[in-house]
């Protein structure tokens, strides 16, 4: 990603080279058709199936929720050939995902424009159903390490837009994505298999394995349910240093395993366990020069010094229980995780004409760098029972977390061997702990009115270290510690006019931790040239929105629009030749999102759905480099999709046909004149992908087609190298891509 390594940069020979740049290198619905493609007899009963969320953590149908609310079924990311955490954001217009880094793990998620470019912490929160996944804090990887889970047996992933501080707590300022898996079925087994291979144009085969297990341990009281899987990306970038070798193939094994047991009616407890690896061999990016947007050598081609691979492992062990009191019902949620990304980034664009002026020469530079993250969570809520009058919630949580991020960059001669002098090695060991209380309640006046107030306190302790060795160390630092309170509020009113219909407000608040930071002292003087910690930064969002049929039974549509106010952003700093952490003036975004899904036929479905967004800085910001009025980086203002259905009988064999247009607007991944990383215009572009396929007894058979028109889609760019005239690199979506699958149920 184009973040940086938190801490204090070095400044040698009189020329400063921040931290930042060394952690650039290495620190690094559209809602899919909501319909089952086979609907069942209950969900028959509606022309336009009833979707069920969990965002207001109650199980409620979608177009009864205050906000906009994103469900992407398993079922239709499989289908169609989507297996990764990008593919469902291509899904979304609105929602950004970057992966300008060098690979699997090195990637960010934002939504509704709430992005400086390089972030700090993340803003959108990433769940393994109630277990929130992932960093808090931005010392550990949390700004640039989205969870890129398998999308593999999942009975959907939700994705929520704005902030969902008040029920979800730190890092959910922008919004939420969780997945959720299918869970083990008391009655009935399940066996099955599936196979695909797929090819991208002037690219390696790629493959996919999957198996599925259900087996009912006692009828209605107990079952288990494994998931296998293996997804290998042949890649379809090449390397002109290394003899034209494809250089961003990648391997994902996973499996989870879920044991269900239901005692009695009012108790079940779901334990279980996931773990994925992760292997890439780089990422897909591109040279392409800066001031013309043109690839250096050619399509899908680029140059490096060394290879930049990647490996991630996440394990998950979580245990979930649900008592139904009566008088409420009590969830208690314990998740045990550790996460470990490492890989290798190649730099030499930059340090090769940056150091050789200084003395420093050699052929080319390798940047190895780490996170770890190991985190216990534990959540403890009651709910109500459902009433016509007052609904409430209250809970309670906390998180203990352990990480650690490290950077190690060294010259390397024409053998790839190390070399003196070291220049940096970094180490910066973390602790993030948080405890919240929180609760909401619900009004309802009448059966057409009501309000729903939420508020959740938190309050976290931060401990850092820092170890250095190298060249470029700066003199030792002492520990740095933080702690601090917030209080994050929502308000939501809502209105229905008529069945199906309804109207609502929302006003919500979010919020990212701050953390400690190293104090700097001036050498003569002795005075701080920086501040001991960096402040959480907060924002409020005002959302309306209408939800109902425009058609009973043929047609619903949703519409929102809102405005988010974002005060003291989180920013990367460079002071007096060091690099850290700082909080920033305002920015503001505001938008319009808009969804439509119809049924005109028995057997076809179209769903639609438009973005429009207008974020802009609100105050100058050097850090930034950007000025008031300026665009937030890597949001586009237009994105839309549309997707069309058709389900329909081959000989008494189900079959269906499918389609999708994805339109993504021009974005920039900075603004005009940022300290570290140039500006770049990411173009607009269209995409259309196809699928189709038919059921045969046991067996199934369905192919796709991925970029139908083959474009050359650029998704990011990091231009951290471009700084002393290196190449932009920039993210591709896949070429056209070919695929078949095939899938067996032995019972």
Same mark, same amino acid.
């Given at each position: ?34 319909? &089952?493609?086979?609907?069942? #007899? ?47 954001? +291509?899904?979304?217009? $609105? ?26 912490? +993340? ?28 999308? =593999? ?16 707590? +730190? ?18 087994? /399940? ?5 695909e291979l797929s090819n991208a ?47 961003? $193939?990648?391997? @994902? ?34 040279? /392409? ?17 060394? &290879? ?5 492992? %996440? ?43 200084? $003395? ?12 770890? %993250? ?66 909401? $309640? ?12 939420? /508020? ?16 470029? #160390? ?98 990367? @700093? ?34 639609? #759905? ?60 900075? =603004? ?22 038919i059921e045969l007894g046991r ?5 796709? /087609? ?26 591709? +979506?896949?070429?056209? @891509? ?9 019972f």
């Amino acid at each position: 990603m184009r973040g940086r390594i938190p801490g204090p940069g070095w400044t040698f020979h009189g020329r400063s080279l921040p931290l930042a740049v060394l952690a650039a290198c290495g620190a690094f619905p559209f809602t899919v058709a909501a319909q &089952n493609a086979r609907p069942d #007899a209950a969900a028959a009963s509606e022309a336009i199936e009833t979707v069920v969320v969990t965002a207001q953590r109650r199980r409620e149908p979608a177009r009864e929720v205050p906000l906009t609310a994103d469900v992407v079924r398993g079922e239709a990311l499989e289908r169609s050939g989507y297996q990764s955490l990008a593919d469902l954001a +291509a899904l979304l217009p $609105g929602v950004n995902y970057n992966e300008a880094g060098s690979g699997t793990g090195q990637s960010q998620v934002t939504m509704r424009g709430i992005s400086t470019g390089s972030q700090v912490g +993340a803003t959108v929160s990433m769940y393994i159903d109630d277990v929130p996944f992932g960093s808090s804090s931005g010392y550990a990887g949390g700004g640039s390490s989205a969870l890129d889970l398998g999308l =593999f047996d999942l009975a959907a992933a939700e994705v929520l837009r704005g902030p969902q501080g008040t029920l979800y707590g +730190a890092g959910a300022m922008g919004g939420l994505i969780k997945y959720v898996a299918v869970e083990p079925d008391t009655h009935e087994r /399940v066996a099955n298999v599936t196979t695909e291979l797929s090819n991208a144009r002037h690219g390696e085969l790629s493959h996919v394995a999957r198996g599925v297990f259900n087996l009912p341990l006692s009828d209605g009281v107990a079952a288990l349910r494994a998931t296998l899987y293996q997804r290998k990306e042949g890649g379809f970038v090449h390397d002109r240093n290394h003899g034209g070798q494809v250089v961003d $193939g990648s391997l @994902t094994n996973g499996a989870r395993v879920a044991l269900l047991l239901t005692p009695s009616k009012d108790l079940s407890l779901r334990l279980t366990a996931l773990t994925q690896s992760q292997q890439r061999d780089g990422s897909s990016t591109e040279d /392409v020069q800066i001031a013309t947007g043109q690839p250096v050598d050619g399509r899908q081609t680029k140059r490096l010094f060394v &290879n930049e691979p990647v490996k991630v492992h %996440n394990d998950l062990l979580s245990l979930a229980i649900k008592a139904d009191l009566h008088w409420a019902t009590l969830d208690a949620i314990t998740g045990w995780q550790r996460s470990r990304n490492d890989g290798r980034a190649d730099p030499s664009a930059l340090y090769v004409p940056y150091l050789a002026p200084l $003395g420093i020469s050699a052929p080319g530079y390798a940047l190895d760098y780490s996170f770890y %993250n190991r985190k216990v969570s534990q959540e403890i809520r009651l709910t109500s029972p459902r009433s016509r009058v007052f609904e409430w919630l209250a809970g309670a949580f906390y998180t203990n977390e352990a990480g650690a991020k490290s950077q190690h960059l060294q010259p390397l001669n024409a053998a790839f061997e190390p070399v003196q002098p070291l220049l940096a090695d970094a180490q910066f060991p973390s602790t993030f702990r948080e405890a919240a209380v929180f609760g909401t $309640g619900t009004y309802f006046f009448n059966e057409r009115t009501d309000v729903t107030l939420g /508020v959740r306190r938190s309050h976290n302790t931060q401990h850092l270290d820092q170890r250095f060795a190298g060249l470029f #160390a700066p003199a030792p630092q002492p520990t740095a510690e933080s702690s601090e309170d917030v209080t994050t509020w929502m308000a939501t009113a809502r209105w229905r006019p008529a069945p199906r219909h309804a109207l609502y407000v929302r006003a919500a608040s979010g919020y990212r931790p701050g953390g400690p930071l190293p104090v700097i002292r001036n050498p003569l003087t002795g005075e701080p040239l920086n501040k001991p910690s960096f402040a959480s930064d907060t924002l409020w969002s005002y959302e309306a929105g209408w939800k109902g049929d425009l058609v009973p039974g043929k047609v619903s549509a949703e519409l929102a629009v809102y405005q988010i106010d974002w005060k003291d952003m989180q920013v990367f @700093t460079a002071n007096a030749g060091f690099s850290g952490i700082g909080n920033a003036g305002r920015a503001r975004s505001r938008g319009i999102e808009a969804t439509l899904r119809a049924k005109p036929a028995e057997d076809v479905r179209v769903a639609a #759905a438009l973005s429009l967004i207008d974020a802009k800085l609100r105050d100058d910001s050097p850090d930034l480099g950007g000025k008031a009025g300026e665009r937030l980086p890597d949001a586009a203002r237009v994105a839309g999709a549309v997707q069309v259905d058709r389900d329909f009988s081959v000989d008494g064999n189900h079959a269906y046909l499918g389609a999708s247009l994805r339109y993504t607007g021009e974005r920039f991944n900075a =603004f005009v004149r940022p300290p570290a990383n140039p500006l770049y215009r990411l173009p607009a572009y269209t995409m259309i992908d196809l699928r189709g396929g038919i059921e045969l007894g046991r067996a199934s058979i369905g192919f796709f /087609v991925r970029n139908l028109l083959d474009r050359r889609a650029q998704t990011s760019a990091d231009t951290t190298l471009s700084a002393m005239g290196g190449p932009a690199r920039i993210n591709l +979506a896949a070429p056209r @891509t070919l695929g078949v699958q095939f899938s067996y149920a032995f019972f």
